[in-house]
């Protein structure tokens, strides 16, 4: 076993392995991107779709979902004409959910209780 690859708690990281966690969430520092990733945890889509489900222009999906591509987060198949894209790695997924979920729970708690108002 390599140094900085012990699974316990006492051994570091490798450099290495840091500098690939840093990539990754480099690419997800992107809300665009992190919304492309939550998207397609839901299952796949083509980009069309994508881009009407996250509010961006074709062009730019494509651009986003090439980085994410590229970095090894998600993949793509032909179908037919269309170009479908689907998570390639789930525990990057895992991480997106548990971040949103977190961050969701903790607004919620933050968050006054909303009143409803009639229209009287």
Do not use: I, N
Request: with cysteine.
């Amino acid at each position: 076993m390599a140094a900085g690859s012990e699974s316990g708690s006492s051994g570091d990281p490798s450099p290495e392995l840091l500098d690939e966690a840093a990539a990754a969430f480099g690419l997800l520092a992107s809300p665009s991107r992190l919304h492309l990733v939550w998207a397609l945890s839901q299952g796949e889509c083509d980009v069309s779709h994508l881009a009407e489900r996250v509010g961006g222009t074709l062009p730019a999906v494509s651009q986003h979902l090439a980085k994410l591509k590229l970095a090894g987060l998600v993949r793509s198949r032909r179908e037919g004409r269309r170009q479908v894209y689907l998570v390639d790695d789930p525990g990057v997924v895992t991480v997106v959910q548990v971040m949103l979920g977190q961050l969701a729970e903790r607004d919620e708690r933050a968050a006054p209780p909303r009143r409803r108002w009639s229209g009287a």
